[in-house]
């Protein structure tokens, strides 16, 4: 059969695609062009896209043998899940071995923008170190903070636990409210979503991006923290309001911000680049060599399974997993 990948991946994974199929591989970080996309997926069939990638009913309709779609990243929200089915093309995600990797970036952000770790770092390059002094570089202390989770999923069971190290109670918010033996296994309290925004020090977001989350976060919530909490997203940019995110930190109805995505990446909200008190990321929650070798290598599997009329094992909409 015929697949196209999307992205720049290691020898090792396509040379494991190439054993079974016809393979083209783009060979470059710069996503592949939309328009030489749509004439590639012309005659594949399978597809193994990255989060760039839109998988619409534009590429659907243009992918006419498609049978199986791996998206080498855990969040789906760029493929139209419910066209795929109705085309009865089969589509995977690459849960579980990101986990680690997001949830210390959320805690190397936490980190950064508390303790100011970019501007000293800055500073310090450029000569500006002058001799210590008792009250400057001054940040917030982290240890014993209230951390507010949204989304207490795969990634934010793991940003809880990391938290227990810094002795800071947890709150979370959640759909489904997890079983009491969880909870105290894991060490959260659960609230409703505005209690958690005005009792927590750190509110930090670990939601998937649907109909119900995009822009959960907007001035309304973001006036409801505290003065003194950070907000931190490693989930996906339309989860909150960017413009209403940088009134909030202009105007100090917050203390600052940690950001690893952005509502239309990789553009930034007006004004956001030029604040002070946020550290901005280029969407690296899971970018680790491990990590990212684990992805493609997922994605592979799925994409392999799918093709050879095997379920998937991550597949988001295979009949077995449909009800
Ligand atoms: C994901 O997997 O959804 C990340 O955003 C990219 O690693």
């Known amino acids: 059969m015929k697949v196209l990948v999307t992205g720049r991946l290691p020898e090792q994974v396509l040379s494991l695609i190439r054993k079974e199929h016809d393979l083209t591989a783009h060979a470059s970080d710069v996503p592949m062009d939309r328009r030489e996309l749509l004439a590639l997926v012309g005659d594949v ?3 193994l896209c990255m989060i760039t990638d839109r998988v619409d ?8 043998n498609l049978k199986m779609i791996a998206n080498m990243a855990v969040g789906f929200d760029n493929i139209n899940v419910g066209a795929a089915t109705a085309r009865g093309i089969w589509v995977s995600n690459t849960p579980g071995v990101l986990n680690d990797a997001t949830a210390d970036l959320t805690f190397a952000l936490i980190l950064a923008v508390s303790r100011r770790v970019i501007e000293s770092d800055a500073i310090t390059r450029s000569g500006r170190f002058k001799p210590w002094a008792p009250f400057s570089f001054l940040g917030t202390d982290v240890t014993g903070k209230t951390l507010g989770i949204i989304g207490l999923g795969n990634i934010g069971k793991e940003v809880a636990r990391r938290a227990h190290g810094f002795r800071m109670p947890v709150l979370y918010h959640n759909r489904r409210r997890l079983d009491p033996v969880a909870e105290q296994d894991i060490g959260v309290r659960f609230s409703d979503l505005d209690a ?6 750190y509110v930090s977001l670990h939601v998937p991006l649907t109909d119900q989350t995009r822009r959960l976060i907007t001035g309304r919530e973001l006036k409801l923290m505290r003065r003194t909490a950070y907000l931190i997203n490693v989930s996906r940019g339309p989860v909150v309001d960017e413009a209403a995110l940088v009134q909030a930190l202009q105007s100090g109805w917050i203390a600052g911000a940690g950001l690893d995505v952005y509502e239309n990446e990789p553009s930034l909200a007006s004004g956001l680049a030029q604040l002070p008190n946020v550290v901005l990321l280029p969407h690296i929650g899971s970018a680790t060599l491990e990590t990212r070798t684990q992805m493609a290598a997922l994605a592979a599997e799925n994409l392999l399974a799918g093709l050879r ?3 998937p094992p991550n597949c988001l909409n295979c009949p077995r997993t449909l009800a």
């Open 45 to 47: 069939d399978g597809l």
């Open 57 to 64: 009913e534009e590429l659907l309709a243009a992918g006419r």
């Open 196 to 201: 958690l925004l005005s009792e927590s020090d």
């Open 309 to 311: 009329g095997e379920t």
